[in-house]
């Protein structure tokens, strides 16, 4: 915790991590739907590990792997879906979905307003398709 043994410690919380990764799917809610897993930071943590304090790779991998679970989010929806997941409709289908889940004002809100579904449906599209050029900038 304050510079101590930080590979030991790393190590064991790495274990500890995948020991008590099952609990998880048990504390997620209904809100919390998506990026449940440990396996992201448990790498990145080793990846830090491994590295020197000058590196810088250890932090691009980590961006490079929140990027890519944002793109292939999108390529998911696309080879499942098809272009309609990025309609409006689509959107206040969704909001709707999630009410029922989860009862939030904002939810009825973008599911009374169609050009805000529209909005979220091109802003999401956007960010699946391009999140991972932040990496690279």
């Known amino acids: 915790m304050f510079g101590v043994a930080i590979r030991v410690t790393a190590f064991a919380a790495g274990l500890l991590l995948y020991h008590f990764g099952p609990l998880d799917s048990l ?11 440990l396996t992201v930071p448990t790498i990145f943590m080793f990846a830090l590990w491994a590295a020197d304090r ?10 490079l792997f929140l990027a ?3 793109f292939l989010s999108g390529v998911t929806k696309l080879s ?9 409709s689509n ?6 979905t999630y009410w029922s889940l989860s009862p ?7 599911a009374k307003h169609a050009w805000a579904a529209r ?11 391009l999140f991972i050029v932040a990496v690279f900038s």
């Open 27 to 37: 504390l997620a809610s209904g809100d919390f739907t998506s990026m449940g897993g």
């Open 54 to 63: 000058n590196d810088r790779w250890p932090v691009t991998l980590a961006q």
């Open 68 to 70: 890519l679970s944002f």
């Open 80 to 88: 499942y879906v098809g272009w309609r997941w990025y309609t409006g």
């Open 91 to 96: 959107i206040q289908q969704m909001a709707l």
């Open 104 to 110: 939030r004002p904002a939810a009825l809100w973008l």
């Open 119 to 129: 909005s979220v449906a091109i802003g999401s599209g956007s960010l699946d398709a």
